[in-house]
């Protein structure tokens, strides 16, 4: 049974005191003593107390985990190697510790038809490149997606691409390319300069900030069918997230999102307690200055706080973290399926491969993976709009950034109050109350 | 104890919040007739307006016959008169069309004819559609009035091969059409774009110019079929909040059980007293006309045959119910109790209703009031037994959506009845004349909170229960149970109002004394009985197979007969014959 204290979050603001009604994540706007006249009930009485507000309707969201759902989306470990030598990198370089090896024409052509093949007529699938650094593989870049074009357009499908690359290995007919088949393309940024260059060296141990701006500019000036977003790992050596967000737009990038370096394979320039704190400092920085361009009429694309602001707008509850290991999965070069591209080569999220599609593993992992089984999640209030955390982060290293989750789920809840009365058409339609 | 608080406002604010609100308003199982619409189609517009641009380039009004006209005025001033030649920006004739017609038009209205038709008084003289020509003149030749002339022009079709060709006659003083009438042909104007907009050709508010002083001030009065939405005659009082038991019913049972008048004046809780039974009685203590006007947003929303303040709530609270051990039990108790208590029931009422005597052949001159008296005890009757009919059905619904294959219609009277407070007693079922005896004994029957009143709480509180998927079935539970205090409410009023005409000994004056008469005296009566019977259970089985189509056709059946059967039943009636629904001696 969830505790009544987890199924509401109160929070205020200037316009006045608010509520997070966690199942659905819906949002209310409740009267001033709401939260101290909940927080003297006991129980039963905070249980009443909801239900007077209307809480007591049929759960959004049950136990059951997901059954038959199709494979729509797959990344493809092109290259299970890179060029660069990054001091975290959850592939150990690229190889995930393992042989290197690129992908091979089979492995890409049966996991284009995989998602033909589950997909019903009309929807989309995605395929996603990464590696390792997936350029070092680009002529299998090239086929696959080709190939996926034509079978997508005999089937009645829509087909959506993207590629994660470290940028340094782009080329001026790349963009084109990307552009030409409306590719979203990220690329890991850690930083601004030296900031950068310290956390992803080459092999040698040299930078690689000037070159990969330079390799992208071609992508920034043609970008029209394709977006270009930086990534940014964050670590306890590139925390000045307001500034780097600032000069990322500045540059003309379509999107910039930070995440938290959790779990690394040595453990190196993970995030400590003490830096979660800074970090969520830095954030709210960084989503005080989206707050001012938004209210301003100005597109800020700071991907972590618009995608925030849409789904607790829709009021997006799920419990999953993501996609993998029901919708998604990891391919890896030899034809493995994964729950992710971040679980390939680990027997912990193995599925079976793609020429088969994912075997009976996968059950087990929604029915382990569902927030309801988690803890401390099952206890916690923002588990619909957190969904548990990164499966690959959890599993390795644990929760240790549940602090700094809520922290941001907090100010977020805010900001969406706060935007939605100073811009409700910032959010598709009047974000006003609704009046019987 | 916990704290039980009273409902919390809280105002949805995204998306899932709104969609998941639960909107003070009519709950889903509201009957248009249980509650006032609150929306009246037709009053948004004039759709005379539509017509008055039903030619291109032209505006007309209809104009009537005046009523008092001053002797010097125009003469033969009815009829569609021509306001003036609109042409510059009507979105049938744009300046570039490559059609011969339009531009003849164009030529016309920017030229000769344009001229001639800004001066005089110019009428619709005659039109012509599809060969056929409708001149606006009767046989003296006297001009058509403008509202007959509508109805002419409402019946001209509109498309590319429906050419319509028109003429205008000017009329002088004295009303004399000249004879060089101007012609025009075109089209009959679309008064919708394919997206169902208007017609760009109508000027803001031209749509709503005509319209009557405020809807409310016909709302007052208005009973007729030209309204598509009703309002209520008389209502039960809101429960405040601060005088509501647990339960959610009143402190003040008879208070909340009082009939008041909906269009009373005296909104405040002295005005609460009791309406009177007939509209002229209650007419000279409602709001007039010049008051609703201003008034009108101040009627009481009314579900359920009550006044509602801010907030209604669909689920009634029963804490003192047990559910059902089990939905087996449930299905029993439906089947062996509630549905045969409502047959008996419905049969009772209607034996009752066939004692009251026929309005149109009392006694006026001894008892004046007594013909109305009787037209609403016969009606408020009626409205008791249909009452109980549509409990019967819905109960069979419970059952056929309860069982689904295993279905089997129950239309078999009980035996007893059981009520009266708490657990109640058991009586035998019994075909009686409406004595005052017997309306004692209907209007405990109907109780609050007595035995039957609370039959189907047990079904409420086992169909709440989450594991029931399907709402409507809880739904259609709530409406059984709520559906029964305007049945004690009716008795009351009819034991009030009958009272004064059982004074002396012997036959009260609005009673025939029926008796129940063989089954050889009321053959015709219960042949039609049991076509009704047999008509319902092959429609309810339709109906649980989800046939509704098919079972419309037993339906409309079963319609049919039970008028036959209010017919027989009345003859039989005026020979004092009651209609034997069951074997029974009389009591």
């Known amino acids: ?436 | 104890m916990p704290d039980q608080p009273d409902f919390i406002r809280v105002e949805p604010r995204n998306m899932t919040a709104r969609a998941a609100y639960k909107v003070p308003g009519n709950p889903d199982n509201t009957r248009l007739d249980g509650s006032v619409g609150n929306c009246f189609p037709g009053l948004e517009m004039d759709v005379r307006n539509l017509d008055r641009r039903f030619f291109p380039g032209l505006v007309f009004n209809a104009a009537r016959v005046p009523l008092n006209p001053f002797p010097e005025a125009p003469k033969n001033t009815q009829g569609f008169h021509l306001i003036y030649v609109d042409y510059f920006y009507d979105p049938m004739l744009p300046d570039n069309s490559p059609e011969e017609w339009v531009q003849s038009l164009l030529n016309d209205y920017s030229g000769a004819v344009g001229q001639r038709l800004s001066q005089g008084r110019w009428f619709l003289a005659w039109v012509e559609q599809d060969g056929k020509k409708i001149i606006f003149r009767d046989d003296k030749g006297t001009p058509y009035d403008g509202l007959m002339i509508w109805r002419f022009i409402r019946s001209l079709e509109c498309g590319d091969d429906k050419p319509v060709t028109i003429a205008l006659e000017e009329r002088d003083h004295e009303g004399v059409p000249d004879p060089d009438q101007v012609v025009l042909k075109g089209y009959r104007r679309k008064y919708l774009t394919e997206a169902g907009v208007f017609s760009g050709a109508y000027d803001p508010g031209e749509l709503t110019q005509s319209l009557c002083n405020p809807w409310s001030h016909d709302f007052r009065d208005c009973g007729c079929h030209y309204w598509p939405s009703n309002h209520p005659d008389v209502v039960m009082a809101e429960v405040p909040h601060d005088a509501a038991l647990p339960t959610g019913a009143s402190n003040d049972p008879v208070r909340a059980e009082t009939y008041l008048d909906w269009l009373r004046s005296d909104k405040s809780p002295s005005g609460n007293v009791a309406a009177l039974n007939t509209v002229e009685q209650n007419r000279p203590f409602q709001i007039d006309h010049y008051q609703v006007n201003q008034m009108w947003s101040d009627l009481p929303i009314v579900v359920e045959g009550r006044e509602t303040g801010e907030v209604y709530r669909a689920d009634p609270e029963l804490s003192d119910v047990k559910p059902y051990e089990s939905t087996d039990k449930m299905i029993e108790d439906i089947k062996h109790r509630l549905a045969p208590m409502e047959m008996t029931l419905s049969l009772q009422y209607l034996y009752a209703y066939f004692s009251l005597a026929d309005p149109e052949t009392v006694d006026r001159g001894r008892w004046p009031t007594l013909r109305d008296d009787l037209i609403f005890a016969r009606r408020a009757l009626l409205e008791v037994a249909i009452g109980e009919m549509t409990h019967m059905r819905w109960a069979n619904q419970l059952l056929w959506e309860l069982q689904n294959d295993k279905y089997e219609p129950i239309l078999t009277p009980a035996l007893t009845l059981r009520f009266g407070p708490g657990d109640g007693k058991i009586f035998p079922r019994s075909l009686r004349p409406l004595t005052s005896q017997a309306i004692d004994d209907f209007i405990e029957i109907e109780r609050p909170g007595g035995f039957i009143d609370r039959a189907y709480a047990q079904c409420v509180k086992t169909l709440e229960s989450k594991t029931f998927i399907d709402r409507r079935l809880y739904a259609l539970a709530v409406r059984i149970d709520t559906d029964g205090d305007e049945h004690f409410l009716r008795f009351k009023q009819m034991r009030e109002v009958l009272a004064k005409y059982d004074v002396a000994k012997g036959e009260p004056a609005y009673l025939r004394r029926v008796k129940i008469g063989t089954e050889a005296q009321a053959e015709t009566a219960l042949k039609l009985f049991d076509e009704v019977k047999e008509g319902l259970r092959k429609a309810y089985l339709l109906e649980s197979k989800d046939k509704y189509e098919q079972s419309q056709a037993y339906i409309q059946q079963v319609r049919d007969t039970m008028k036959l059967f209010r017919v027989e039943g009345e003859r039989l009636a005026s020979e004092k014959i009651g209609i034997p629904f069951w074997p029974e001696v009389e009591v």
């Open chain 1, 1 to 436: 049974m969830i505790p009544a204290t987890a199924e509401v979050h109160f929070f205020e603001t200037d316009y006045g005191h608010h509520m997070l009604a966690v199942d659905g994540s819906r949002v209310f706007d409740v009267p001033i003593d709401a939260a101290a006249r909940f927080a003297g009930l006991d129980e039963s009485g905070q249980r009443a107390y909801l239900d007077s507000m209307g809480l007591d309707g049929e759960p959004f969201i049950d136990d059951t985990p997901p059954t038959n759902m199709p494979v729509r989306s797959l990344s493809l470990a092109v290259a299970q190697k890179c060029n660069l030598a990054c001091t975290y990198c959850y592939a150990s370089g690229g190889d995930f510790g393992g042989p290197a090896r690129n992908m091979g024409w089979e492995v890409a052509r049966a996991s284009v038809d995989r998602l033909v093949a589950e997909a019903e007529p009309g929807t989309r699938i995605n395929l996603a490149y990464l590696g390792g650094e997936p350029l070092i593989n680009r002529a299998l870049v090239h086929r696959v997606t080709e190939y996926a074009t034509a079978q997508a357009q005999s089937n009645d499908l829509r087909v959506g691409f993207s590629i994660t690359t470290n940028g340094t290995l782009l080329r001026p007919e790349d963009a084109e390319f990307f552009e030409e088949n409306g590719f979203a393309v990220t690329i890991s940024l850690d930083g601004i300069g030296q900031v950068h260059d310290r956390l992803r060296p080459n092999r040698g141990g040299r930078g690689s900030y000037d070159m990969i701006l330079r390799r992208i500019e071609p992508l920034l000036a043609l970008q029209q069918n394709m977006q270009v977003g930086a990534r940014v790992t964050v670590t306890p050596h590139n925390m000045n997230l307001p500034e780097t967000l600032e000069e990322f737009v500045r540059m003309g990038l379509h999107s910039v999102g930070f995440s938290p370096m959790l779990a690394s394979p040595n453990g190196r320039n993970e995030l400590e307690r003490d830096d979660f704190g800074e970090m969520l400092n830095q954030m709210i920085l960084c989503g005080q200055a989206f707050e001012t361009a938004v209210k301003i009429g100005r597109r800020y694309p700071f991907s972590n706080m618009s995608a925030a602001m849409q789904e607790i707008h829709r009021g997006t509850h799920r419990p999953y973290a993501c996609g993998a290991g029901a919708g998604y999965f990891g391919v890896s070069a030899d034809g493995g399926l994964f729950a992710c591209h971040r679980f390939v080569e680990d027997d912990a999220g193995a599925m079976g491969n793609v020429f088969d599609g994912p075997d009976l593993r996968r059950n087990q992992w929604l029915e382990d993976r569902h927030v309801h089984g988690q803890s401390p999640c099952n206890i916690c209030w923002a588990r619909y709009l957190c969904g548990g955390g990164c499966h690959h982060e959890v599993i390795h290293r644990g929760r240790p950034a549940c602090d700094y989750i809520r922290g941001w789920l907090h100010y977020c809840l805010q900001a969406y109050v706060r935007l939605s009365e100073a811009r409700p058409g910032y959010f598709g339609q009047t974000a006003t109350h609704a009046t019987a």
